[in-house]
């Protein structure tokens, strides 16, 4: 089992930053994949960016966010970041951090097999 913890989530004029931080626990060393996702009210729950967890970092990043958003693994403390800059309003949303120990960094929720409980942004306009 992989256990994971959000934070750094927060309220954020529009234009401002934010890192968010997530702490994995339990079996890390067979994490293939980090991602993280986040769902706006109303909408379903989207893909943010993913990372490769060993070797060679690579990493894949949505339309919306690619240009503004970036992320990075620390495998000594076992975190994954999300740097989010030029926030807009629409980047509103509960935050959720994934992982998985068989797949690729996907865009495809479903196989992510652990989630964290989600950290709230708000940007303001």
């Known amino acids: 089992q992989v256990q994971l913890v959000e934070s750094g989530g927060g309220l954020v004029q529009a234009g401002g930053s934010l890192r968010l931080s997530c702490a994995a626990s339990g079996r890390t060393a067979s994490i293939y994949a980090m991602a993280w996702f986040r769902q706006a009210p109303g909408n379903e729950r989207e893909f943010v960016a993913a990372?490769?967890?060993?070797?060679?970092?690579?990493?894949y990043y949505s339309d919306s966010v690619k240009g503004r958003f970036f992320i990075s693994r620390d495998k000594a403390e076992n975190t994954v970041s999300l740097q989010m800059n030029s926030l807009k309003p629409e980047d509103t949303a509960v935050y959720y951090c994934a992982a998985d120990r068989r797949n690729r960094p996907t865009m495809d929720l479903n196989l992510y097999a652990y989630w964290g409980q989600g950290t709230q942004v708000t940007v303001s306009s």
């Open positions: 990372i490769n967890w060993s070797g060679l970092s690579y990493s």
